[in-house]
């Protein structure tokens, strides 16, 4: 491969053909194609001439090297080929001699399309389809006496064809996704909840602006950043803990009673990561008058008996029954017939209620 390339060049393009492969923008891939034609074939200007279709490309992306004009910009236009492409279906590599040997009227075409027609002599394209329809040009050109591509050149395109268009469709998947994503933002954005989903390492997937909203009320009474997507403040310590096993968890902001967050493990709707747990937080308002108050609580912790506190303490961490039965080294129907106790004593009758009384202390 690479044919025509010596030794001391090989690598360059090795190195530039992985950049090609690893791009992940249309501006990366840019940089990585240029830097291969430059290292190989000496041009006066290349263009890249993107959603084209049936009409002029719609994007395009020009480098000019070496202009007899100052002002000098190549069109962003395939006019002067669009008769030969017609005539040769998906065909891959073609040069302005080879049309002109066809179709004599491409020089008027060249005319009526460029001002400063003087600025090449040939061109070679590289022209990349979506299946029948014509999606890309790859468009290399030179002036004087030696303008003509050498057969080792045009061959050399013809090996770096393939890495160009599989870049190419690339490209358009990840654009596509995209374009994808930001419309799922926007929606997410506007829904009226507050709701945000977050990765193991605390970073946001996605924020409803109601969440956003309550996250940076959360930070702001801790003193911390008004970073709208910042984590909250108690969340970020609790991901490890929460990471081990399935489940809601609920926590109440230590300064602002008002304002509860629930933390629910694998709740983005993915296939189970044990490794890499996703999770959905979603932040709730209550009017003070409803919420228990504190003092009630506590009350509620001293009529437990030493061995009930330990229970209800690590009820509060998330523990099932059984987890703590083991954790205390006791067994599990000891386990229940405190927990009943519990609840007497707090005056509630599920565990869930349970909970939220225990989030207020």
Same mark, same amino acid.
């Given at each position: 491969?690479?044919?025509? *390339?010596?030794?001391?060049?090989?690598?360059?393009?090795?190195?530039?053909?992985?950049?090609?492969?690893?791009?992940?923008?249309?501006?990366?891939?840019?940089?990585?194609?240029?830097?291969?034609? $430059?290292?190989?074939?000496?041009?006066?200007?290349?263009?890249?001439?993107?959603?084209?279709?049936?009409?002029?490309? #719609?994007?395009?992306?020009?480098?000019?090297?070496?202009?007899?004009?100052?002002?000098?910009?190549?069109?962003?236009?395939?006019?002067?080929?669009?008769? +030969?492409?017609?005539?040769?279906?998906?065909?891959?590599?073609?040069?302005?001699?080879?049309?002109?040997?066809?179709? /004599?009227?491409?020089?008027?075409?060249?005319?009526? &399309?460029?001002?400063?027609?003087?600025?090449?002599?040939?061109?070679?394209?590289?022209?990349?389809?979506?299946?029948?329809?014509?999606?890309?040009?790859?468009?290399?050109?030179?002036?004087?006496?030696?303008?003509?591509?050498?057969?080792?050149?045009?061959?050399?395109?013809?090996?770096?064809? /393939?890495? *160009?268009?599989?870049?190419?469709?690339?490209? !358009?998947?990840?654009?596509?996704?995209?374009?994808?994503?930001? @419309?799922?933002?926007?929606?997410?954005?506007?829904?009226? *909840? #507050?709701?945000?989903?977050?990765?193991?390492?605390?970073?946001?997937?996605?924020?409803?602006? &109601?969440?956003?909203?309550?996250?940076?009320?959360?930070?702001?009474?801790?003193?911390?950043?008004?970073?709208?997507?910042?984590?909250?403040?108690?969340? #970020?310590?609790?991901?490890?803990?929460? @990471?081990?096993?399935?489940?809601?968890?609920?926590?109440?902001?230590?300064?602002?009673?008002?304002?509860?967050?629930?933390?629910?493990?694998?709740?983005?709707?993915?296939?189970?990561?044990? $490794?890499? /747990?996703? +999770?959905?937080?979603?932040?709730?308002? &209550?009017?003070?008058?409803?919420?228990?108050?504190?003092?009630?609580?506590?009350?509620?912790?001293? $009529?437990?008996? /030493? $061995?009930?506190?330990?229970?209800?303490?690590?009820?509060?961490?998330?523990?099932?029954? &059984? #987890?703590?039965?083991?954790?205390?080294?006791?067994?599990?129907?000891?386990?229940?017939?405190?927990?009943?106790?519990?609840?007497?004593?707090?005056?509630?009758?599920?565990?869930?209620?349970?909970?939220?009384?225990?989030?207020? !202390?």
């Amino acid at each position: 491969m690479w044919a025509g *390339i010596s030794p001391s060049v090989t690598s360059i393009v090795t190195e530039l053909r992985s950049d090609l492969h690893r791009s992940l923008s249309l501006d990366h891939l840019w940089q990585a194609t240029q830097g291969l034609i $430059r290292h190989h074939l000496p041009h006066r200007s290349c263009s890249l001439m993107l959603d084209i279709g049936d009409g002029e490309p #719609a994007r395009s992306h020009h480098t000019v090297l070496d202009a007899l004009q100052p002002d000098y910009l190549p069109a962003n236009s395939i006019a002067i080929s669009r008769p +030969f492409l017609a005539a040769h279906p998906r065909v891959r590599v073609y040069t302005y001699s080879q049309i002109v040997s066809e179709d /004599p009227d491409a020089r008027q075409r060249r005319i009526a &399309q460029e001002r400063h027609h003087d600025e090449w002599s040939e061109f070679v394209h590289l022209a990349f389809w979506n299946e029948a329809r014509l999606d890309t040009v790859l468009s290399i050109r030179r002036g004087g006496s030696d303008a003509c591509f050498t057969a080792d050149e045009l061959r050399f395109l013809e090996e770096l064809y /393939p890495d *160009i268009d599989a870049s190419l469709h690339r490209m !358009r998947v990840l654009e596509g996704e995209r374009r994808r994503l930001a @419309s799922l933002d926007a929606c997410l954005a506007r829904l009226p *909840i #507050a709701a945000m989903g977050i990765d193991a390492d605390g970073r946001c997937l996605f924020a409803t602006a &109601q969440a956003q909203r309550l996250c940076e009320r959360w930070n702001h009474n801790l003193g911390e950043s008004h970073q709208h997507l910042q984590l909250p403040g108690g969340i #970020a310590e609790l991901l490890d803990r929460a @990471s081990l096993r399935n489940g809601l968890w609920q926590f109440t902001h230590p300064r602002d009673a008002a304002l509860r967050v629930n933390l629910l493990r694998d709740g983005l709707g993915a296939e189970p990561q044990p $490794r890499c /747990p996703s +999770f959905v937080v979603s932040f709730a308002e &209550q009017q003070l008058a409803s919420l228990p108050e504190a003092g009630s609580v506590n009350a509620s912790l001293d $009529r437990l008996t /030493p $061995r009930e506190r330990q229970v209800a303490l690590l009820i509060a961490e998330g523990l099932s029954n &059984q #987890a703590i039965a083991e954790r205390l080294e006791r067994s599990r129907r000891t386990i229940e017939t405190q927990l009943g106790s519990i609840y007497r004593k707090f005056e509630v009758h599920t565990r869930t209620q349970l909970l939220r009384r225990l989030m207020r !202390r």
